[in-house]
């Protein structure tokens, strides 16, 4: 999510507003006073309306939350395919380790899943696919992946040096929608504020199999809502220093 761009630079007009030279990210980044975005940590936050989205009746803010970050991420890219006839066999890396397999072909329906590191089922694979969507959150080598395609198929990076950045607001409210309209579920697991230590430290050991969600909505601020577009609960220094990426949590205005 972002939290302000120029509005007057090419990427602006296009609304593609996330290629802003001068866009300002919801967390860790600069607002024009010189003060640093504290993104959904913040006690109250005021943001410009083209950068506020109201989340649907049908949609519970848990569901919302991964929507608005790694969710709008992927669909992204993936949303040139809808209302498409053309039948493509597409891959999607970074669903994670061999523990995945079962959720990945019974739950997120899959038709199959590959080991990247296994030689036997990367061969029998090859000259499969016609599109790759790349969501590994860090730098790797793309050449052992290349074998996957048919001829004149695509690959789209979400990460890395050439990556795509994040998603436009445009492409967030699209997802919103869509999610509603289709009653769509996302694999979360919440989390209270209470066990956001445990939780951090299941992160650093890969326990995480979900997208964590921090239920800690602060009550007393409910009646802010009427003046500021985001709402959401004070945290302590630890929580922004260690829990930051497991929170997508906005409160919106209508």
């Known amino acids: 999510m972002h939290g302000g761009s120029c509005g007057e630079c090419s990427s602006c007009m296009s609304n593609m507003e996330q290629y802003c030279r001068c866009r300002i990210l919801t967390y860790n980044g600069i607002y024009k006073d010189g003060n640093p975005t504290q993104g959904g940590f913040s006690s109250a936050m005021v943001d410009h309306q083209k950068f506020v989205v109201r989340i649907p009746d049908k949609l519970s803010p848990e569901q919302?939350?991964?929507?608005?970050?790694?969710?709008?991420?992927?669909?992204g890219p993936l949303r040139q395919f809808i209302?498409?006839?053309k039948i493509l066999k597409a891959g999607i890396?970074?669903?994670g380790g061999v523990g995945h397999r079962v959720e990945a072909l019974e739950l997120l329906g899959a038709d199959d899943f590959l080991v990247?590191?296994?030689?036997?089922?990367?061969?029998?694979?090859?000259?499969?696919?016609d599109y790759i969507l790349d969501t590994i959150p860090a730098a790797h080598p793309l050449e052992s992946y290349l074998?996957?395609?048919?001829?004149?198929?695509?690959?789209?990076?979400?990460?890395?040096?050439?990556?795509r950045q994040h998603a436009s607001m445009e492409e967030t409210h699209e997802i919103l929608e869509f999610w509603a309209e289709k009653g769509l579920k996302s694999m979360i697991e919440i989390v209270k504020p209470e066990y956001m230590n445990e939780?951090?430290?299941?992160?650093?050991?890969?326990?995480v199999r979900l997208v964590q969600y921090i239920d800690s909505y602060?009550?007393?601020?409910?009646?802010?809502?009427?003046?500021?577009?985001?709402?959401?609960?004070?945290?302590?220094?630890?929580?922004l220093s260690s829990l930051q990426p497991l929170m997508y949590v906005f409160y919106v205005n209508d």
């Open 147 to 163: 074998s996957l395609f048919k001829f004149n198929g695509k690959e789209e990076v979400n990460h890395g040096k050439l990556h």
């Open 93 to 95: 890396l970074g669903l």
């Open 64 to 75: 919302a939350a991964p929507l608005l970050c790694a969710g709008v991420t992927a669909y």
């Open 116 to 129: 990247s590191s296994n030689a036997a089922e990367m061969k029998g694979a090859a000259d499969s696919l």
């Open 199 to 207: 939780a951090f430290q299941r992160m650093e050991k890969n326990d």
């Open 83 to 85: 209302g498409s006839n």
């Open 218 to 239: 602060d009550p007393p601020l409910k009646g802010l809502q009427e003046d500021l577009n985001f709402v959401s609960p004070r945290l302590g220094d630890r929580a």
